[in-house]
């Protein structure tokens, strides 16, 4: 981690150095932080609010490229390292296999769809040469899993499709035991593949010649369930309390159930109750739904060691 946030910061340092987009005596610094926020996707950023930069961070290729590229390793997860350094010429383990392709296939959609939605005469994105619309799309969609970079000029003001796919990329989040939030790529990628298998007839959720366990859906239901619920609740919440529209609070609450930390400019408008709900929400992100239902309910060991006749009921 240490290797990647230093060669992130020396990149940093160089390009805006030469570039002078940084004073001389606060580049290395500002390198370091950002290389450090990135990776981590943490989203603070020093340049948001300077006269240069009104948006936040620099928006040239470079430093989008660089920036994008931290927020990508840091929200892969520990566990892709950890393989990558002890694998010793084995193959790769199925969850390094299809946290790479859910990523990269997450990346390209989010890219896609914010051109397709920006490019009409109303996005924010109309007026630019096709390249500078290309890379602001490309970090937008890394950016939104779950790094909260607004790198999109005049953020508060993208059109309905584009925050939507903001609210399905935040909730989504990044890869289990990595740096950012969300019920993970892993939870996301059980479910859409236990579609996938029921939709093929097949009695257990296949990926090429492996099968995974009954166990896992269970899991990753209970993370979707709970996450969707408390995004509901909260929703509901600051709606009854707040005159704000529904898409701008869904969008202010899923950020910060998933830390992203992206705002529509609506967050400094809430009221007292509808700012201590946005703080409950980070919070619960931060935990996982997991930990907050093992914590409410507790486990009954004693179940275990009983089995109660099965019996259907009707679904669908």
Request: proline share 5%; charged share 10%; with cysteine.
């Amino acid at each position: 981690m240490l290797t990647i946030e230093g060669i992130g910061a020396i990149l940093l340092f160089l390009h805006w150095r030469i570039s002078g987009i940084v004073p001389a005596g606060k580049a290395a610094f500002y390198a370091i932080f950002h290389a450090v926020t990135a990776y981590c996707n943490a989203g603070f950023d020093l340049f948001y609010g300077l006269p240069e930069y009104p948006n936040g961070i620099p928006t040239d290729p470079v430093s989008l490229i660089i920036i994008g590229g931290l927020i990508i390793l840091g929200g892969l997860g520990i566990p892709i390292y950890m393989e990558l350094i002890y694998r010793r010429r084995r193959p790769f383990s199925l969850h390094m296999r299809l946290t790479l392709i859910i990523s990269l296939a997450l990346i390209l959609l989010g890219w896609a769809g914010f051109l397709i939605s920006e490019y009409r005469q109303t996005g924010v994105l109309s007026t630019m040469p096709f390249g500078q619309r290309a890379i602001l799309a490309w970090f937008q969609s890394v950016s939104a899993r779950t790094a909260g970079f607004p790198g999109l000029p005049g953020f508060s003001e993208l059109n309905f499709p584009s925050t939507l796919m903001l609210i399905a990329l935040m909730f989504i989040g990044t890869a289990p035991a990595a740096t950012g939030g969300g019920i993970t790529t892993g939870t996301f990628l059980v479910l859409w593949l236990a579609v996938v298998s029921y939709a093929r007839g097949l009695d257990k959720i296949r990926v090429g010649k492996h099968s995974l366990p009954a166990t896992l859906l269970m899991r990753a239901l209970v993370v979707f369930v709970i996450s969707l619920s408390l995004v509901i609740l909260a929703t509901w919440l600051i709606l009854l309390t707040n005159p704000f529209s529904l898409d701008q609070v869904l969008f202010e609450v899923v950020s910060a159930y998933s830390t992203t930390g992206l705002s529509l400019g609506i967050t400094t408008g809430l009221n007292t109750i509808g700012r201590l709900v946005i703080i409950f929400t980070m919070f619960a992100g931060r935990l996982g739904a997991i930990t907050i239902m093992i914590s409410l309910m507790g486990r009954d060991r004693g179940e275990k060691l009983v089995d109660y006749p099965e019996e259907s009921i009707l679904i669908g």
